[in-house]
């Protein structure tokens, strides 16, 4: 069993930054997936991020390339989410996941969700 708890969102106007983070119950944590979804309103759920347990890979969505960075703390059981040059469209709720295997989870398939922590980029 696995729970999660975000932080770190926040009101922030375009070009900021923010950095979440996701704290982690569990002692099987590190062979865990780890990653980041976001659903802006009236919109569906999508994949942005994650970081894979067994080699640090990590994997973005394309709008979000070269500019957010997944990380991960093995020892403190927390992923962070690094987010520069926020735009207005990275409005959303963000979704902390966990899910024993990367492929499955870039396919959209999540074990575990946090309770989402909301960030607003304002133009």
């Known amino acids: 069993q696995v729970q999660l708890v975000e932080s770190g969102g926040g009101l922030v106007q375009a070009g900021g930054s923010l950095r979440l983070s996701c704290a982690a119950s569990?002692?099987?944590?590190?062979?865990?997936?780890m990653g980041w979804f976001r659903q802006a309103p009236g919109k569906e759920r999508e994949f942005v991020a994650a970081?894979?347990?067994?080699?640090?890979?990590?994997y973005y969505t394309d709008s979000v390339k070269g500019r957010f960075t997944i990380s991960r703390d093995n020892a403190k059981n927390t992923v962070y989410l690094q987010m520069n040059s926020l735009k207005p469209e990275d409005t959303a709720e963000y979704y902390c996941?966990?899910?024993?295997?990367?492929?499955?989870?870039?396919?959209?398939?999540?074990?575990?969700w946090g309770q989402g922590t909301q960030v607003t980029v304002s133009s």
């Open positions: 970081i894979s347990w067994s080699d640090g890979g990590a």
């Open positions: 996941a966990a899910h024993p295997s990367a492929y499955r989870m870039l396919a959209g398939i999540v074990s575990y």
């Open positions: 569990g002692r099987t944590f590190s062979t865990y997936t």
